[in-house]
């Protein structure tokens, strides 16, 4: 077979021998043809729970470039200054290393909560997931609920449908940009760049980043919505390696449910040997990802809840017991565990080794952000005078040192130098620093002559003390002596 053939596929129908009417096979797809999903509306606990965080995490995302600081944006990372403000902290590019271990408490955090509870964060805080709900809202006040979605979408173009749809997608794309502009609001002052827009002057960046941001949640909002979690989020594929059988989980209570079927609510379900399941299709209705969970566990389940909302309104309506479908764990499902037994086995040895570590380097970054000295220093040689002899014989180095200021305060600072017998600062040892400001000092040190210093390099170390915030900051550096 040559290379040309071998990729291509070619579709073959196979025809059926018997007699002379051959008819052609069955042909089955690689790829299961896409189904808009019309999630039916649901109310209850979960529910409830899932609009909550939605309402909180918006209002941080959408609040905090507008809210005050001392003067400046509350939240604010000027990638043109290179200094980043969060609230009481001015941080520098040399604090990386606390954004490195903010990482690793995220990822640490995202493995302990997927190992009790599975996905949790997808199902009430993931952003795709609080878009989409956003979206989704939006939608079913314009376009109505489920069935008058479904009906609308399989109508034929009319002035209704084309003013809904138009209207819906106004406000969708309206969202969407405020959304964009607010991500950029957190890197540019937020209403410097409301300024900006309204006298048209935001620059080529700005307008690119916020026509992306608004363009990615406009389009994964709006039109991807379960795909991205099906079939683009990576969570969704490695989950299984931190899932076990007590991992809590959204699950249908199979033991219990069937056999399914339908019934009066005055039934006798003994005579007619049917489960508590009535096979209303309810939770299938209200699923965002549009799964059924009476299959079993998916890895498309979003742990939202939304099924199990929409199953205890039906048993409630049945006058049949709550929990059919439930937050459970696959082992107590099997095994018919109480809610106690279930929550013990929930603290396994890998949800203890995930909590202590995790405990242990939020302890760490936490005691390290609270004792960290409020200033940083550089020390770089004058690359034009590596050493020198100046008047009587003494030996002379010269540095520069870039002294940041990491507190919204001016700051004084005073400059000494030790390492060697005689060494001294001969330059000004005392220089102010504006708040949040960096500033380069040319510092020269002199060694005397008949100090005894061997030519060559010598390790010696500055002392810059900061007397109005009681730190001190010691660097150190080498002094070099000329043969």
Known sequence: MSSDSARRIIPIV????????????????????????????????????????????????????????AGRQAVLFDL??????????????????????????????????????????????????????????IERKIEGDRGARIRLDGASMSTEKLVKKWFKHVVWISVALWTGFTFVGYFTPIRDLALAFLQTHMTGWEVFWVLFYGFATYGNAGFMREQVCKYMCP???????????????????????????GRSRNADVLKLNLGACVDCSLCVQVCPTGIDIRD????????????????DGMMDKMGYARGLVRYTTQQSLAEGLDRAQMWRRALRPRVLVYTAVLAAISIALATSLALRTPF????????????????????????????MNATEATQRFHIEASGLPGLKVVTEQDTTVAPTQSRWVAV???????????????????HIQAPDAQAAVQEKSVFLVPR
């Not at 040689?381 to 870039?402: H, I, K, M, P, T």
């Open 14 to 69: 196979a025809l059926s021998t018997a007699g002379d009417d051959a008819t052609p096979a069955e042909l089955v797809p690689l790829f299961e043809a896409h189904q808009t999903i019309h999630p039916r509306t649901v109310s209850g606990w979960f529910t409830s729970w899932r609009w909550a965080l939605v309402w909180l995490t918006q209002a941080l995302f959408y609040g905090l470039p507008w809210i005050n600081w």
């Open 235 to 261: 969570y969704a594929r490695f989950q299984s390696a931190m899932f076990d059988r007590d991992t809590l989980v959204v699950g249908y209570d199979t033991a219990r449910g069937e056999p399914r079927g």
């Open 80 to 137: 043109e200054s290179r200094r980043f403000y969060v609230l009481g902290l001015v941080l520098y590019p040399q604090d990386f290393i606390y954004l490195s271990g903010l990482l690793v408490v995220s990822a640490l955090s995202l493995f302990l909560f997927t190992a009790v509870a599975g996905r949790l964060w997808c199902g009430y805080a993931c952003p795709q997931t609080v878009y989409t709900e956003m979206f989704l809202w």
């Open 376 to 403: 940083k220093v550089d020390v770089v040689r004058d690359r034009g005078s590596l050493a020198r002899v100046v008047g009587e014989g003494s030996v002379e180095n010269v540095y520069r040192l870039q002294i």
């Open 296 to 311: 079993g566990l998916q890895y498309e389940c979003i742990g939202c809840g939304a099924c199990a909302d929409a199953c």
């Open 444 to 462: 020269r040190l002199q060694l005397p002559h008949g100090s005894g210093a061997e030519p060559g390099s010598h390790p010696i170390a500055f």
